[in-house]
């Protein structure tokens, strides 16, 4: 099949030129701001997340991210925002709309997109496959058990709906009989619209 061959040739290619450009990017900005989150000398701006109960530990609890609002320099308010640690390698950096640096950060706050930790937690648990992906996860808003989250995902948007309106204690799996006939609505992980940042913390 050399049209396969050469279909999968040029998505390696694809993906080695993305990547390249993001470690660009990403060098370019720590020149000029810096990786280290607030600025050199830093204002406190972890010590500021872990007041507000932002950070979250994934599922090895050795990898923190903090997904939050934050204010940016040159950038300005940006939310959904995921400050993910320097140490990661570019290969396993998520899906992002911008990118920024530890540095760029001026301030921090909760995102009204951020999951409830509970529920983040079982999206990050999820291992069920169905149809090619992993088993979203139900939850509950305003009593109504037929909202679906994605698995592995930080942040919630569906219609008027936020993050912080699902109940904050309950999670359930969904029923596969009611997912093929289309008896859940699906939330937006808002992957497209993330502002990623690249930080030291």
Not at 47 to 54: F, G, I, P, V, Y
Not at 130 to 155: C, H, T
Not at 188 to 200: F, M, N, P, W
Request: aromatic fraction near 8%; include cysteine; charge should be negative.
């Amino acid at each position: 099949m050399p049209q396969s061959g050469a279909q999968e040739h040029g998505k390696t290619r694809g993906r080695e030129e993305y990547l390249h450009r993001l470690r660009e990017s990403l060098s370019r900005l720590e020149s000029r701001y810096g990786l280290e989150l607030g600025g050199a000398g830093g204002i406190g701006l972890t010590a500021e997340a872990r007041r507000l109960q932002l950070p979250q530990p994934l599922l090895n609890n050795q990898t923190i991210v903090i997904p939050c609002q934050a204010e940016l320099q040159d950038l300005g308010l940006v939310d959904p925002c995921l400050i993910v640690p320097s140490n990661w390698p570019v290969e396993l950096l998520p899906t992002h709309k911008q990118l920024a640096v530890g540095g760029q950060v001026r301030s921090i706050a909760r995102s009204a997109y951020s999951l409830p930790k509970y529920v983040m937690d079982a999206a990050w648990r999820s291992t069920q496959v169905w149809q090619g992906s992993l088993m979203p996860v139900l939850v509950l808003i305003d009593g109504d058990e037929k909202y679906l989250v994605r698995a592995n995902s930080w942040f919630f948007r569906l219609g008027e709906f936020r993050g912080h309106d699902i109940d904050p204690s309950y999670v359930n799996e969904p029923d596969e009989r009611d997912l093929k006939r289309g008896a859940y609505l699906w939330g937006d992980d808002l992957s497209l619209e993330i502002t990623l940042v690249v930080g030291k913390f």
